[in-house]
Every structure is written in structure tokens, then in C-alpha cells.
């Protein structure tokens, strides 16, 4: 079993800069790919970012591609989402999950989630 727990979000002006941690417990979290989500009311779970067992393959929605970058410790057993450039529409909640070795875009595939950070951005 794997508990994940994000921190670091908060209030910012837009064009400035956040990162985000998200801490799991558990023996598995070196062979774990993690991945980044965000929400809104209304909506559902965007795609953010994800990076696999070892970081060496990582990918990016369109919309942050170029401002935010996921990388991990997995010393720390910790991963991190570094945000950049923040904009309004970034405003959301943003969630840290954990699946198996393997990268995603897809909420469904992964099997743990934390409670989220909200992350706004005012203008």
C-alpha cells in the first residue's frame, strides 16, 4: 500500500513560479512511475505531467509544456512538479498519483492519489 501526499501549493501573481512536492510511503515507490493532475470545479482531471520508475522519460501536456518540469528523488521517495510562467487558467487543484513503472496521461491508470494542493494564480 502507498500513501501519497502533495504539499507546496498556494497564492501567487501570474508569471511567477511554485513547486510543488508530493511525498509517498512505501517500499514500491522506486519502481512506481508518478504523474501530476489538476481539477477545477466542474471539470475533470487534467493531464499535468508524468515521469517513470527512473525519470528518464518524461512528458508534458501541451498547455505546460515549457513552463513546468516533473522530476523525482527517489531517495526522498519524493516528486517533484517545479511551475513557471503561471498563468490564471493554472488555477486548480493539483494531484499527485502513483502506478506502476510505466508513464500515463490517463487518470484511470493510476492507483494511488493523494488529497491535492490548491495552486491559484491571481492576475
Known amino acids: 500500500q502507498v500513501q501519497v501526499v502533495e504539499s507546496g501549493g498556494g497564492l501567487v501573481q501570474a508569471g511567477g513560479s511554485l513547486r510543488l512536492s508530493c511525498a509517498a510511503s512505501?517500499?514500491?515507490?522506486?519502481?512506481?512511475?508518478m504523474g501530476w493532475f489538476r481539477q477545477t470545479p466542474g471539470k475533470e482531471r487534467e493531464f499535468v505531467a508524468t515521469?517513470?520508475?527512473?525519470?528518464?522519460?518524461?512528458y508534458y501536456a501541451d498547455s505546460v509544456k515549457g513552463r513546468f518540469t516533473i522530476s523525482r528523488d527517489n531517495a526522498e521517495n519524493t516528486v517533484y512538479l517545479q511551475m513557471n510562467s503561471l498563468k490564471p487558467e493554472d488555477t486548480a487543484v493539483y494531484y499527485c498519483?502513483?502506478?506502476?513503472?510505466?508513464?500515463?496521461?490517463?487518470?484511470?491508470?493510476?492507483?494511488?492519489w493523494g488529497q491535492g494542493t490548491q495552486v491559484t494564480v491571481s492576475s
Open positions: 498519483a502513483a502506478r506502476r513503472i510505466t508513464t500515463s496521461t490517463l487518470w484511470s491508470d493510476y492507483d494511488y
Open positions: 515521469i517513470n520508475w527512473n525519470g528518464g522519460r518524461r
Open positions: 512505501g517500499r514500491t515507490f522506486s519502481s512506481d512511475a
